[in-house]
């Protein structure tokens, strides 16, 4: 799954009609087909996979390596490689991912905050590209002169 070694798989399941209050910590693959009120949040330093399916909801924040929502999320979400929004995904909250897939009738009341990673270049190595100067408007640059546009202001009103 996009360049991870591992093959991620769901090992744990909240099932449909169970509520889990407060923080949940998890490992590798969890499911969420029931209700979290709380913090779900991926063990850090593993590779890991996060499936809220169109009966799950969760009422908190909610981070892992790869998210694949269908129901509910009332909370911010981060997506550390990939986030998958299905039809009937509605997010309430701001997105951070560093992809993304999503499907027609998703919904998202946020932000989308793509993490984007800046060129590596060498130790000790300066910019690859040119630095970018500030653009200057015309309003700004006492050099301008509104006698340049009078060629251009005139105004014809002839019939052709």
Same mark, same amino acid.
């Given at each position: 799954? +996009? #360049? ?5 798989? &769901?090992?744990? %399941? =909240?099932? !449909? /009609?169970?509520?889990?209050? #407060?923080? &949940? ?7 969420i087909d029931g209700t979290v009120l709380g913090e779900v949040k991926a ?7 996060? =499936? %809220?399916?169109?009966? #799950?909801? &969760? *009422?908190?924040a909610i981070s892992a390596d790869q998210v694949v929502i269908d129901g509910? &999320? *009332? /909370? !911010? @979400?981060?997506?550390?490689?990939? +986030?998958?929004?299905? $039809? ?6 701001? @997105?951070?991912?560093?992809?993304l897939e999503m499907q027609q009738g998703a919904i998202i009341a946020g ?12 130790? /000790? $190595? #300066? !910019? ?7 653009? @200057? ?7 301008? %002169?509104?006698?340049? +546009?009078? !060629? ?9």
């Amino acid at each position: 799954m +996009l #360049g991870l070694k591992k093959q991620l798989s &769901v090992k744990s %399941i =909240i099932g !449909p /009609g169970m509520r889990v209050d #407060g923080p &949940v910590t998890f490992q590798d693959g969890l499911q969420i087909d029931g209700t979290v009120l709380g913090e779900v949040k991926a063990a850090p330093d593993q590779p890991s996979l996060l =499936i %809220i399916t169109e009966t #799950g909801e &969760v *009422h908190g924040a909610i981070s892992a390596d790869q998210v694949v929502i269908d129901g509910t &999320v *009332h /909370g !911010p @979400v981060q997506a550390g490689e990939r +986030l998958e929004l299905q $039809s009937k995904a509605r997010v309430e909250g701001d @997105v951070q991912y560093k992809s993304l897939e999503m499907q027609q009738g998703a919904i998202i009341a946020g932000q989308l905050r793509p993490q984007l990673t800046p060129p590596r270049t060498p130790a /000790g $190595s #300066g !910019p690859t590209e040119p630095a970018l100067e500030p653009l @200057v408007t015309p309003a700004q640059d006492p050099a301008f %002169i509104d006698s340049d +546009l009078a !060629p251009f202001t005139k105004r014809d009103t002839r019939l052709f």
